[in-house]
Structure formats: structure tokens, C-alpha cells
């Protein structure tokens, strides 16, 4: 079994392990020929399934196992990941390796960087060793005394190499086998959301406004208040809904003219005539499809933003939501894309 690569991409790498590290600190990792594949499945709280072909993030790719398509499962902690990244992110170049230490499966990350020394040497006027050190007619000359003693300040490239292991699980296939993405209907509405960090700061306003205002003494609005549930809507006429409903406060933002991007007939389980989104586009733009969602969670989903990438949410009413997060190639402007997608659950009323 082997693995060795050149990191390319890091500051997308990074920003994308610590999107996923703040829904959880475990992610199976899944290395073949053509893809790394990310997969994050909490106890509570949305999962997340990113798939990345090999060149968005690496270069130099050389992987070997006696597996289909040379397959390697790895349970990978994402915190220690996310912090050999970030010592990465000014480097000069890095790779990643899979070895072993004392028995014990590592990840070792060698990070190269390359850092300005700084030298001074001293020089002094040859004329002024004599008479005392200095010459009588130095005195009058400016140009004598500044070269009696000059600092020559020089810069030297020096490269400094750093190692940090990533202590790893290696699974079985068999292991992995029940590891299953959700599956969901088609769903009822399809929209492009607005940039996520936006979305992002009004939900947290929200969530906060539930969580510090005051409620009632009973049990449930104590539970309610603490875990505060978000109400998210769309409908297929470019409207989002996002509405914070408590026993004192109702309060909602609105977000018009957004896209409900156009079926891809190849990628349907059903005609495109059938599809559910063509009932909810006739029934007009009132007719919303609505997930509720928990804020805190939802926060940690809305993380993602930060990989600057356009998201299409499906909305199947009162039942789930699912992200898609296209990843764009910054050495491709416009051209390849990588998905990373989220499964919101929705909760009950």
C-alpha cells in the first residue's frame, strides 16, 4: 500500500477541512485513481459527501494498493488535518505521505518554506589604522568618516523543513461497505442561494436573537430556546424565506430574484414533466417548500462559504435539504468543478 503527493491548491484544501471539521472531528477519506472523496457523518446533524478529482487538490499523485482502482479507506482526523494545512499555507511547497511510526499508520505532511537571514559585516577605512585610529585629515573629510565604519546588511535564502504526522486509521473495505450516501425523492424546489457568509450572518443574528431572548418557564420553550429551529423557504419563482418563530418573537428576511437553475433531464429519476418542481412552479409563487433546521447546526453547514463557491439548494418540503456546493478549479476559471454535498435534515413542527 502506498501514497505519496505534491499538496497543490492548499488554501482551498484547508478551507475545506475546516469547513468539514466544524460539523466533526472524523472524516472517512476515500483515495482512488481518479478521486478523494471526503465523507463527514455526525451522531446528530447534517452529513456531508465531497467528491474531488485527484487534481484539484493534489499534483504528483502516485497511489498503490491491491484494491479496485487501487482504493485506500482512511479514517483521518480533520483537526489535526486543518492544522498541518495551515502551517502549509505560505510554503514554498509540501507533500503528503502515508507511512507508519513505531507500527502506528501516519499521514506525514513535509512542509518546505524558504526564509530571508539577515547578516550585518562590518568595514572599516583602512586609512584610520594608524595616528591613533584615525588619520588627521579624516576629520574634515565626510566621506572619510562614513567610510570609516559602513554596515553592509546582506539577505540569504535559507530553507526550513517541517514534518507534522497525522496519526490514521486504515479500513478495511468491508468496513466502508455500510457506509451509505441518504437517498431523497426528487425534489420540489431547486434554487441557487445567495453568497453563504450573508446567509450565514443573518441565520447566526437570528439564532442569537432565540437564544437570548426571554421565554416562558416550561420545559419545552426552555428546549425550544436553547436549540433554536430556523425556517428555511423557497419556491420555483427565484424567492428564499428565512423566518425565526418563538412564542415572542416572528421575525423573517426575504431574498428575491434569485435562479432556479434548469433540469438536466439525464440526471432525473423521473420525465422532467413529472418532476416535482413542475407542480410547485404551477402552483404559483406561493407555493413554498419548507425545511426547518437547527440554527446551530445550520451555522456550521453555512461554513462552507468560505470556498467562494456558487450552492444550489434542493428543497424537499418537510423532509430534508440538500446542498450542492460547486468547488471551482482556480487554475481553470470557468471551466472544471468539484462537488461537496450537505444533507440537512428538517424537523418536525
Excluded at 425534489?187 to 437570548?212: E, G, W, Y
Excluded at 423566518?243 to 428575491?256: A, G, H, N, P, Q
Aim: proline fraction near 5%; aromatic fraction near 6%.
Amino acid at each position: 500500500m502506498r501514497f505519496k503527493t505534491d499538496l497543490k491548491n492548499i488554501r482551498t484544501f484547508s478551507k475545506l477541512t475546516a469547513a468539514l471539521n466544524s460539523l466533526e472531528k472524523i472524516a472517512w477519506v476515500r483515495l482512488d485513481d481518479d478521486s478523494v472523496r471526503f465523507t463527514v457523518i455526525p451522531d446528530t446533524g447534517s452529513q456531508v459527501w465531497a467528491s474531488l478529482s485527484v487534481d484539484l487538490i493534489f499534483e504528483n499523485y502516485n497511489l498503490q494498493s491491491n484494491e479496485l482502482n487501487n482504493t485506500i479507506n482512511l479514517e483521518l482526523p480533520l483537526g489535526l488535518l486543518q492544522r498541518a494545512l495551515k502551517s502549509a499555507l505560505n510554503s514554498n511547497h509540501a507533500n503528503l505521505r502515508l507511512t507508519k511510526r513505531d507500527g502506528v499508520p501516519m499521514l506525514s505532511m513535509t512542509i518546505h518554506t524558504h526564509t530571508k537571514e539577515q547578516t550585518t559585516a562590518h568595514h572599516e577605512n583602512p586609512r584610520a589604522r594608524f595616528n591613533g585610529g584615525h588619520h588627521e585629515d579624516d576629520y574634515d573629510d565626510p566621506f572619510a568618516q562614513a567610510d570609516m565604519q559602513t554596515d553592509l546588511t546582506m539577505k540569504r535564502e535559507r530553507e526550513k523543513v517541517i514534518t507534522q504526522d497525522i496519526p490514521v486509521r486504515v479500513l478495511h473495505p468491508d468496513t466502508v461497505e455500510t457506509i451509505m450516501q441518504p437517498k431523497v425523492r426528487e425534489p420540489d424546489v431547486h434554487i441557487q442561494l445567495p453568497p453563504l457568509l450573508q446567509l450565514k450572518a443573518i441565520s447566526d443574528r437570528f439564532t442569537k436573537l432565540a437564544l437570548t431572548t426571554s421565554s416562558t418557564s416550561s420545559t419545552a420553550a426552555r428546549s425550544e430556546r436553547n436549540n433554536p429551529k430556523l425556517e428555511l423557504s423557497a419556491n420555483m419563482f427565484g424567492n428564499l424565506r428565512l423566518r425565526l418563530f418563538t412564542d415572542t418573537l416572528d421575525i423573517t428576511s426575504v431574498w428575491d430574484n434569485l435562479e432556479n437553475p434548469e433540469l438536466d433531464p439525464s440526471q432525473l429519476t423521473v420525465p422532467v414533466e413529472e418532476h416535482p418542481s413542475v407542480a410547485f412552479r404551477e402552483g404559483g409563487a406561493d407555493k413554498w417548500a419548507t425545511v426547518r433546521v437547527d440554527g446551530k447546526d445550520w451555522s456550521k453547514v453555512l461554513s462552507v462559504g468560505r470556498l467562494e463557491g456558487r450552492v444550489i439548494a434542493c428543497f424537499v418540503d418537510d423532509h430534508a435539504l440538500i446542498l450542492y456546493v460547486y468547488v471551482p478549479h482556480h487554475d481553470d476559471p470557468g471551466g472544471a468543478e468539484d462537488v461537496v454535498t450537505y444533507y440537512v435534515s428538517s424537523y418536525s413542527v
